[in-house]
């Protein structure tokens, strides 16, 4: 029953192993460079989805998984007594800003698509390979 309640209480970490899995077969194993670019974007979505589960910080700073260090903007003091939980908001800035990025990066890649298509007429890696060569 034990490993069944640590699994259960640890769902956001098994979560990002499994899209961080996908994101990376996606990438690796098809021809596609759509699929390559839609495997990449589940992959940064996985470590998106890391830096989340890293930010909450408890009262038993020994046993969680989270940030062991660093305080709340706020801190309400009754909620601590309970035992409520705060979240560290550090890793939410970082993910903020790393949503922007790959925003970016995966408009800058999807119109690289565009002008390869149009170019090669194929988006598949090793008919552009052949071609090139």
Known sequence: MDVI????????????VVLMLIGLYGAIVYNNLVKKIIGLSIFQTAIFLLFISMADVGRDIENTLGLKSGTAPIVWEKGIEHGY????????????TGIVVSAATLALALALMI??????????EEELREMIE
């Open 85 to 96: 939980m705060y979240v560290n908001p550090v890793p939410h800035v970082l993910v903020l």
């Open 5 to 16: 309640e640590l699994f259960l209480e640890r769902y956001n970490y098994w979560s990002f």
């Open 115 to 124: 002008r390869i298509y149009r170019e090669f007429g194929t988006l598949d």
